[in-house]
């Protein structure tokens, strides 16, 4: 017979584990039944503290997440008559009851997170929080590592979570997936909140935490893509951030020095992850339905298909991404293509007149720095150099860029 | 939910009385109030006199103060309003997306206070 008191170390491993994998799903029915975004969040706290106590007595139930499901909505129950004046709302949740049983399996739970996800991301909420607010909600990170993806500290994340969820209640942010009408642009919205996700580990100084946002941003878009199939964009930012992972193993050199793409071992990429994205590319170009997520991806595409990549081709699809997007990061980004595919004093006048706009990004000195002294100039370039290392977060880029000025810096 | 769209904009950025583009405006507003209306979402909507017919007033010590023109020295000044009722804050944000003043001033939307709840 097997021992009656469960293995406590197994049960708080266990439960950790739900909380991290089932959160979203959790907190999507939640929401969806309470009507209530900061209810349901403090009830399924509640719930998971009762699991522990709960579960280490008796082991896991048959079906942990209709289990915690149940507890967190008596729980709510009890924080509403425990707030409110009224006892009709605690009535309203208790009706809910009824129906439930405790073991629904986790296959009929339902899954409300395409409706989370469009109110995590919704426009009248600051772009920051609704990083943090989706980070938190669906990806399943706790707030301490949702304030150290930003360097916050934890009580500041805190309150900025729960003004946002509190917001959601006051100003009526509806938990809906959006009409038709509204459809593509506030899909872009819930597609930019993935990719800031993405990229918000590289100025992180943690060891972890730049992959762990990564693998969170590719989950998200993994989710959106099986919730909502054949839709081009969708599928483009799967391609771009799945493209762009491959190569995270090959990006630093043993230094812990940052590898350009031109010099990084390719036997180091993920040849899964590269054939898996240029696959989900091909499949969204073929729907017709051009997207600056589809544009970016066909970029990462060329670099990792040839080295040199077809620059002419770049310079072409910055040209397209520049009509979606005409922002000075991506004139930028095409004067470097373009300086690339052989046109140098081209791409040094572009950037030249970008200087003023892009004087606090860094990338912008690293590439003058690279222009200049490609033409020659090296006075100039250790002087950009220097001005990109200044503002340079990430101590990989500060040893690469170190790196360069001393080259320009020997040849002058 | 009950909402106010408050709306904001700098009078010297106004079309003309007189002009295409006013009549275009007055018209845009109409659309607007009736399509409130045909929604059964339309509560109210006034459109404010100019700023130089503004009395700010406050209590002091029990003594009241005025002062002539507007309380906030900002460029943006309080023009007219529409209060509505609707499902959620998209519904809101669609119709204050149809107000005329919108295309060179700023509505702001917000909830109403519920006393009830």
């Known amino acids: 017979m097997p021992s009656a008191v469960p293995d406590p170390q197994s049960v708080s491993e266990a439960i950790e584990a739900l909380a991290r994998a089932d959160r979203g799903r959790l907190m999507s029915v939640l929401i969806a039944r309470l009507k209530n975004f900061q209810l349901a969040e403090d009830a399924l706290q509640e719930a998971l503290a009762s699991a522990v106590l709960h579960w280490g007595r008796t082991g896991l139930p048959a079906s942990p997440q209709g289990w915690l499901l149940t507890v967190a909505t008596r729980k709510a129950i009890d924080l509403v008559r425990k707030t409110s004046r009224e006892n009709r709302k605690a009535a309203d949740i208790a009706i809910l009851l009824i129906e439930e049983t405790t073991d629904a399996a986790a296959e009929d739970i339902p899954d409300e997170r395409l409706r989370l996800i469009f109110t995590c991301c919704h426009p009248a909420l600051e772009p920051k929080t609704r990083v943090a607010l989706t980070l938190r909600t669906l990806g399943g990170l706790g707030t301490a590592e949702v304030a150290s993806a930003f360097l916050d500290n934890e009580t500041t994340m805190g309150q900025r979570l729960s003004r946002a969820r509190a917001k959601i209640l006051a100003a009526g942010i509806p938990y809906a997936v959006p009409e038709p009408e509204a459809w593509a642009e506030r899909l872009q919205s819930v597609l930019t909140v993935i990719y800031l996700i993405f990229n918000q580990g590289y100025s992180s100084t943690s060891e972890n935490l730049p992959r762990r946002l990564g693998e969170e941003a590719i989950d998200l878009a993994r989710m959106l893509n099986d919730l909502r199939p054949n839709e081009a964009e969708i599928e483009g930012l799967l391609a771009l951030m799945l493209i762009t992972e491959a190569r995270r193993s090959a990006r630093l050199d043993a230094d812990g020095t940052s590898i350009p793409i031109a010099s990084q071992d390719r036997k180091l990429w993920n040849e899964g992850r590269i054939a898996e994205g240029l696959a989900l590319l091909d499949r969204a170009m073929t729907r017709r339905a051009a997207g600056p997520f589809q544009v970016k991806a066909a970029i990462a595409a060329l670099h990792a298909q040839s080295e040199p990549p077809d620059w002419p081709q770049i310079v072409l699809l910055y040209d397209s991404l520049l009509r979606m997007e005409p922002t000075p990061v991506v004139q930028l980004n095409r004067a470097v293509a373009l300086a690339e595919a052989g046109a140098l004093e081209a791409g040094l006048r572009v950037l030249e007149a970008l200087g003023p706009e892009l004087d606090a990004y860094q990338p912008f000195h690293a590439a003058w720095a690279e222009l200049l002294s490609r033409s020659g100039r090296m006075a100039a370039a250790v002087a950009a150099y220097d001005r990109a290392i200044d503002l340079a977060s990430n101590p990989s880029d500060v040893l690469f860029l170190k790196h360069r000025r001393a080259l320009a810096a020997k040849d002058f | ?117």
């Open chain 2, 1 to 117: 939910m009950q909402y106010i769209a408050l709306i904001y904009a700098d009078p010297s950025a106004a079309p003309v009385y007189g002009t295409p583009e006013f009549e275009a405006m007055m018209q845009g507003y109409a659309t607007l109030t009736q399509s409130l209306k045909t929604a059964g979402a339309y509560l109210a909507g006034e459109g404010l006199k100019g700023v130089d017919t503004a009395t700010s007033l406050k209590v002091r010590g029990g003594k009241v103060e005025t002062m002539d023109g507007p309380f906030a020295e900002t460029k943006e000044r309080l023009a007219g309003f529409y209060l509505f009722d609707v499902a959620d804050l998209d519904a809101a944000l669609r119709y204050a997306a149809m107000i005329p003043t919108a295309a060179y001033g700023t509505i702001e939307i917000r909830p109403i206070m519920d006393y009830r709840s």
